[in-house]
């Protein structure tokens, strides 16, 4: 009788030489288009660093615009102050429309609607909520007739209600940045909430918790580190919008703590310096880009070390 | 105990007349007769267009273990799962016929759900601890059912701990992530977090087939120990755990209840002919 032999170590070798050709081709090709893309962005990082770095100096950061040197102090308390506004506008209303999405919208075609809107929302040119946030709290509403004039009307009407000015502010700046932030978020925390597992669900709903305690105690806490990049990304992504501040907030030399006012931003002023004749001028824009990307840099780097898990105690 | 019947026409007069009776089918010792925790009546589920159950009838007895034994997609799963009412979560899943639980029919109106399953716990297929500390995982149905006090929680954390023999293992970190347990203990853990609120009926959904052959055994002999206060009716693939751990069995094929009986009976002389292939591994 023989035993069935026994193959020898070379018997699995493979002589075959595409598909080790193909794979070194797809990992070549891969390795270069991320090599591409981080030579990029080192290069605008780079380019920004060297143009801004020579005018980082103390007081930039604690003289106006037009005081000797030049600073842009007003700037940054205003990039500060329209992000914050729109933080507290967009980040609980996107939220909820996440949640909503997630776990109470009736499956079918308006649910699916409401997804298509906010996605086409999110890719919408952000101007154009700048021009709408115009529309409805900049422009006196008799400029308008039909129904965008009674729009117009009845949101000055709300705004003198609440004390908002009607014209340039800091609030209807902040305002189209939050209308910005909305779709961001609403989208990213559907998609954390609905990668959190059945089992968790299934394992709160059994010993007895209402579908409101399983959401708050089990399922937003599990999505929370999503949930709040998301919420990151929307507020660096709106701390560099430029267009609709034009419309909105407008700008202003002067120091700006009061929203009613005209407000400064960073972005509006990297624009309208940017375009200047003057070196120096110039030399400033580079300098607030520096900052600017600094400090949302600083900023998501603070709010991923708070939320960091904690350290697991023992006792 | 179980009382089996499957044919339609049988009243539930005839079911009490036999349990007293003493016949074959159900087994009675002389004090725990009528002591049903969860008693099924003509049980039918449907997925969408689709009958998972058809018109299944019997009793679990109180604080006993009762299994559900058969082969897979024989809707024992969907039945241990009308007994919490879990699968009002399942979209297109409906549910006739009628489920008490301590003579309380649970899809009467008005049922509060909560309630319900805070008194029927359960446990899964897959350990599913949450994502927080081992202490958390034990005080969340504490929590959520209003118990208040640090002291309180950790005292009731403590004694469902011990009871699921997880106590010893995991005293010296508390307030160590769950999923740093392994298998066996997340499962244990699970067990834990099901009986913390002292529920009358534990659902065990095949709470062993994910573990290694150690675990399983530590997890068997906490269902021994459990059942002299609790009743538990336990889902499994496996034969041999039914014959170790249940005083009951109950065999289902194809969404019917073929046979229930006294474990013993059922594996070594069952009635049906269909009961004794399947335990024999003829087929399934």
């Known amino acids: 009788m023989t035993l069935p032999t026994t193959?020898?170590?070379?018997?699995?070798?493979?002589?075959?030489?595409?598909?080790?050709?193909?794979?070194?081709?797809?990992?070549?090709l891969c390795s270069a288009a991320?090599?591409?893309?981080?030579?990029?962005?080192?290069?605008?990082?780079?380019?920004?660093?060297?143009?801004?770095?020579?005018?980082?100096?103390?007081?930039?950061?604690?003289?106006?615009?037009?005081?000797?040197?030049?600073?842009?102090?007003?700037?940054i308390v205003g990039t500060l102050l329209l992000a914050g506004i729109a933080s507290l506008i967009g980040v609980p209303i996107g939220m909820l429309c996440g949640i909503y999405l997630a776990e109470y919208a009736p499956r079918g075609w308006s649910t699916q609607g409401i997804r298509l809107t906010l996605d086409v929302l999110a890719g919408t040119p952000t101007i154009l909520f700048g021009v709408v946030v115009y529309q409805i709290m900049v422009v006196r509403p008799q400029n308008f007739n039909g129904w965008v004039g009674h729009l117009s009307l009845w949101s000055h009407r709300v705004q003198s209600w609440m004390g908002i000015t009607n014209g340039y502010s800091g609030w209807a700046g902040g305002l189209a940045l939050a209308l910005i932030m909305v779709p961001i978020i609403a989208r990213t925390t559907e998609e954390m909430l609905r990668m959190v597992p059945l089992a968790h669900r299934e394992a709160s709903a059994g010993l007895g918790a209402s579908k409101a305690e399983t959401l708050w105690r089990v399922v937003i806490p599990s999505a929370k580190a999503g949930i709040i990049t998301g919420i990151m990304l929307a507020i660096a992504r709106v701390a560099g919008e430029t267009a609709p501040l034009f419309f909105t907030a407008f700008g202003n030399d002067a120091m700006v703590y009061n929203p009613n006012r005209q407000t400064p931003s960073l972005t509006e002023q990297i624009y309208n310096y940017s375009q200047s004749d003057d070196p120096h001028w110039r030399a400033q824009a580079w300098t607030a880009s520096l900052v600017l990307v600094s400090m949302v840099l600083v900023f998501s780097a603070a709010v991923r070390i708070a939320t960091r898990k904690r350290r697991i105690r023992t006792r | 105990m179980i009382l089996a019947d499957t044919s339609t026409n049988a009243p539930q007069q005839k079911a009490h007349a036999t349990a007293t009776q003493g016949t074959p089918v159900a087994v009675t010792t002389a004090e725990t007769t009528g002591r049903q925790a969860v008693e099924v009546r003509n049980l039918e589920v449907f997925y969408g267009q689709h009958k998972a159950v058809h018109n299944v009838s019997l009793s679990v007895k109180h604080q006993e273990v009762t299994a559900f034994i058969g082969p897979s997609g024989c809707g024992k799963s969907t039945i241990l799962r009308c007994f919490n009412r879990m699968n009002d979560l399942v979209r297109h899943c409906r549910v006739q016929g009628s489920v008490k639980i301590h003579g309380a029919d649970i899809y009467a109106r008005g049922t509060d759900v909560m309630e319900l399953r805070k008194r029927t716990g359960m446990v899964f297929q897959k350990p599913n601890p949450f994502p927080k500390s081992i202490h958390e995982n034990v005080a969340y149905p504490l929590r959520i059912h209003g118990v208040r006090g640090k002291a309180v929680i950790a005292e009731k954390v403590e004694k469902s701990l011990r009871l699921a023999g997880l106590w010893e293992e995991v005293k010296d970190r508390l307030h160590a992530s769950a999923l740093s347990l392994s298998g066996g203990q997340q499962q244990r853990l699970c067990i834990a977090r099901a009986i913390a609120v002292d529920p009358d009926v534990l659902l065990m959904d095949e709470p062993c087939s994910a573990l290694d052959p150690i675990a399983t055994k530590t997890i068997e002999s906490l269902i021994n120990e459990l059942s002299k206060s609790i009743t538990i009716v336990i889902v499994t693939h496996n034969m041999h755990q039914a014959v170790r751990v249940a005083h009951q069995t109950a065999f289902f094929y194809m969404g019917n209840l073929v046979e229930a009986g006294p474990t013993d009976k059922m594996f070594h002389n069952p009635e049906q002919h269909q009961t004794l292939a399947y335990v024999t591994g003829q087929f399934g």
Do not use: D
Not at chain 1, 63 to 73: I, N, S, T
């Open chain 1, 7 to 28: 193959p020898t170590p070379e018997g699995y070798h493979h002589h075959e030489w595409w598909p080790r050709l193909v794979s070194f081709v797809a990992k070549i």
């Open chain 1, 34 to 75: 991320a090599a591409v893309a981080l030579v990029m962005l080192f290069l605008i990082l780079g380019y920004m660093v060297w143009k801004g770095i020579s005018g980082l100096h103390w007081s930039f950061f604690t003289h106006l615009p037009l005081q000797e040197p030049m600073g842009m102090r007003n700037c």
